[in-house]
């Protein structure tokens, strides 16, 4: 495998997944994201993230979730699947550090609560995320209202951010969604990169691995953003591989050919 740091002069590999927060390329709508973040912890109350596969919401969720103070807040961060509510809250439960020892969910609600309280006496507050939401059931969303609520419907307990495709918002719909949906007071969508937008992404990566030239030529920018669809994860695969094309036939400039060599090798 070539390296691309000795074909280019780059000081690191480009458009590495895990890329140090500060030097995340500033998505559109990722302000008004982090802005939403910071309300519903602050408040305790509920927001989502919505967008396609790829288009950089898990990342997001990353950069909010760094901007909190550990003194202050306590992150509780699960992976949805498509189990059960009992499995959610066992989920919780491990992320608390309380190992759920009952399959009740009445009795699990309850040591969740409990170890919230204990969360709070020590002045911090919890939050919870919820990526990949979408994969959720129905039945989870009829009684997920129920993590968020004290008694009677009073002060929230436990703030929460769920992130997930667009197909998450149709299940909120549903009218068993309701008790939870009706709790939610934003929802920020990722949109998909326009051209003008994901040629400034593919110089922001360069840049950020020590890269002093444009690499990537007008046509071999416009094909990734066409053959892309305008999502990150694509985009930073087809960059990566028209790189790689590129650099085996000592080719100093990204073309279009070099990007349509890249898509026969990606899913």
Same mark, same amino acid.
């Given at each position: 495998?070539?390296? +691309?740091?000795?074909?280019?002069?780059?000081?690191r590999?480009p458009?590495?997944?895990?890329l140090?927060?500060?030097?995340l390329?500033?998505?559109?709508?990722?302000?008004?994201?982090?802005?939403?973040? $910071? &309300?519903?912890? $602050?408040?305790?109350? !509920?927001t989502? !993230?919505? #967008?396609?596969?790829?288009?950089? *919401?898990?990342t997001? /969720? =990353?950069?909010?979730?760094?901007?909190?103070?550990?003194?202050? &807040? =306590?992150?509780?961060?699960?992976v949805?699947?498509?189990g059960?509510?009992?499995?959610? /809250?066992?989920? !919780?439960?491990?992320?608390?550090?309380?190992?759920?020892? $009952?399959?009740?969910?009445?009795?699990l609600?309850?040591?969740i609560?409990?170890?919230?309280?204990? !969360?709070? $006496? =020590? *002045?911090q507050?919890?939050?919870?995320?919820?990526?990949?939401?979408?994969?959720?059931? /129905?039945?989870?969303?009829?009684? +997920?209202h129920?993590l968020?609520?004290?008694?009677?419907?009073?002060?929230?307990? +436990?703030?929460?951010?769920?992130?997930?495709?667009?197909?998450l918002?149709?299940?909120?719909?549903?009218?068993?969604?309701?008790?939870?949906?009706?709790?939610?007071?934003?929802?920020?969508?990722?949109?998909?990169?326009?051209?003008?937008?994901?040629?400034?992404?593919?110089?922001?990566?360069? =840049?950020?691995?020590? #890269? *002093?030239?444009?690499l990537f030529?007008?046509?071999?920018?416009?094909?990734?953003?066409?053959?892309?669809?305008?999502? /990150?994860?694509?985009?930073?695969? +087809?960059?990566?591989?028209?790189?790689l094309?590129?650099?085996r036939? *000592?080719?100093?400039?990204?073309?279009?050919?070099?990007?349509?060599?890249?898509?026969?090798?990606?899913?």
């Amino acid at each position: 495998m070539i390296a +691309l740091t000795h074909a280019y002069g780059l000081s690191r590999e480009p458009f590495p997944p895990d890329l140090p927060v500060e030097q995340l390329f500033p998505l559109p709508g990722l302000q008004a994201f982090l802005e939403r973040f $910071t &309300y519903t912890a $602050t408040n305790r109350l !509920i927001t989502l !993230i919505t #967008g396609e596969v790829g288009s950089g *919401k898990s990342t997001s /969720l =990353r950069a909010a979730a760094s901007r909190l103070h550990p003194s202050e &807040y =306590r992150l509780l961060a699960v992976v949805a699947s498509s189990g059960s509510f009992l499995e959610l /809250l066992r989920q !919780i439960c491990l992320g608390l550090g309380a190992p759920p020892t $009952t399959n009740s969910v009445t009795r699990l609600l309850a040591i969740i609560r409990d170890s919230l309280s204990d !969360i709070a $006496t =020590r *002045k911090q507050t919890p939050l919870l995320l919820i990526d990949e939401a979408h994969l959720m059931r /129905l039945e989870v969303f009829a009684e +997920l209202h129920t993590l968020a609520q004290r008694e009677f419907d009073s002060c929230p307990l +436990l703030p929460i951010v769920l992130s997930g495709q667009t197909s998450l918002v149709d299940k909120l719909l549903f009218h068993t969604s309701r008790p939870f949906s009706s709790r939610i007071v934003g929802r920020t969508h990722l949109e998909a990169l326009q051209r003008d937008h994901m040629a400034a992404y593919l110089t922001h990566h360069l =840049r950020v691995a020590g #890269g *002093k030239e444009e690499l990537f030529s007008d046509e071999a920018v416009t094909a990734i953003h066409q053959s892309s669809g305008g999502l /990150l994860r694509r985009a930073g695969a +087809l960059a990566r591989g028209s790189l790689l094309a590129a650099a085996r036939e *000592k080719c100093p400039r990204v073309s279009g050919e070099h990007v349509r060599i890249a898509s026969t090798e990606i899913l």
